[in-house]
């Protein structure tokens, strides 16, 4: 277990619907990544909050947005959904985010289809 | 960019066989090496971590050595077991980067047959 929660364990919706994916850090821990994986892109960053602040976006999609609350929760909000959305969404937790010597601790990830 | 390379899987060895995951890198600086594994059903697990050239991480059997000369972080374990079947991921991260994003290569799925 290494301390991330991440709720829905799994998600089914329709096209064009809208999904609010959450996860909940280590207890102490400032960063949280979110990442997409899918089979045939792999495993995608999409985007970096820390502190409440975003730091650093990677392919995420204008359909998509994300954000950290003050009890450091974060949820990333997936809009105007497609068939091509569907894949497994991992969140991840660091302590600090500078120095890149500090290694991610993932949750179990959600499971989206979109049908 | 930073990328991360690593060998296309599948690969499939026989129990106590010799394993050998090969991962190769590109990046600017002095990046942190990392290899993560994703059992079936879960998510990514940090295996093990290399912070600076000639570290070798170790863990549960596995480990890799930082080269820096030859830009690789090549995973060995000398006995592989059942259990051990899951997707490897090597990874660095950018530690001169304002933001500690950690790049991932495509993953190696690893099947162990008994």
């Known amino acids: 277990d290494s301390g991330v929660t991440q709720t829905p364990k799994h998600l089914i919706t329709a096209t064009g619907q809208r999904v609010t994916l959450r996860c909940s850090p280590r207890?102490?821990?400032?960063?949280v990544y979110w990442y997409q994986q899918s089979l045939d892109q792999g495993l995608q960053f999409l985007i970096q909050?820390?502190?409440?602040?975003?730091?650093a976006k990677g392919n995420i999609l204008e359909r998509f947005s994300a954000q950290q609350f003050p009890d450091l929760h974060s949820e990333l909000n997936l809009s105007s959904l497609e068939l091509g959305d569907s894949a497994l969404y991992f969140c991840a937790s660091s302590p600090r985010v500078a120095s890149g010597a500090y290694e991610q601790y993932f949750g179990p990830g959600t499971r989206l289809t979109v049908t | 960019g930073n990328s991360v390379t690593q060998m296309e899987g599948p690969v499939t060895l026989s129990e106590e066989a010799f394993l050998t995951i090969n991962c190769t890198y590109t990046?600017?600086?002095?990046?942190?090496l990392f290899w993560y594994v994703q059992y079936p059903g879960e998510g990514l697990q940090l295996l093990l971590k290399?912070?600076?050239?000639?570290d070798k991480g170790s863990n549960k059997g596995f480990e890799a050595t930082y080269r820096k000369e030859t830009t690789s972080f090549h995973l060995e374990k000398g006995s592989v077991q059942v259990s051990d079947s899951a997707v490897y991921f090597c990874a660095l991260s950018d530690r001169d980067s304002s933001a500690s994003k950690i790049i991932f290569g495509s993953g190696t799925r690893l099947s162990i047959r008994p």
């Open positions: 909050y820390y502190n409440g602040e975003e730091r």
């Open positions: 990046a600017t600086g002095y990046p942190s």
């Open positions: 207890s102490g821990d400032l960063s």
């Open positions: 290399a912070t600076k050239a000639d």
